[in-house]
């Protein structure tokens, strides 16, 4: 992991197309701005880790392929 001091109004630039910028300091809560393009999803790390355990119990989940079958008839 890189540790990095930054001060409000200061930012770091990841592979040459993030921005991350300190917005705010309140006592021990830091306010960041990420600038990024659309294509790079960017969440809160405990969102992040909800999502991936939805994605790995939906992938355990048995398919009926009968039912998928006639759901794509109708």
């Known amino acids: 992991m890189l540790?990095?001091?930054?001060k409000k109004d200061e930012?770091?630039?990841?592979?040459?197309?993030?921005?991350?910028?300190?917005?705010e300091i309140k006592g021990e809560q830091v306010k960041l701005g990420i600038t990024a393009p659309k294509s790079v999803?960017?969440?809160?790390?405990?969102?992040?880790?909800q999502i991936q355990a939805a994605n790995k119990e939906a992938a355990a989940q048995k398919v009926d392929?009968?039912?998928l079958k006639n759901l794509f008839k109708k």
């Open 3 to 6: 540790a990095l001091s930054r």
């Open 11 to 23: 930012a770091i630039i990841i592979n040459d197309d993030i921005e991350v910028t300190v917005i």
């Open 41 to 49: 999803p960017v969440y809160r790390k405990e969102v992040y880790v």
């Open 65 to 67: 392929v009968n039912a």
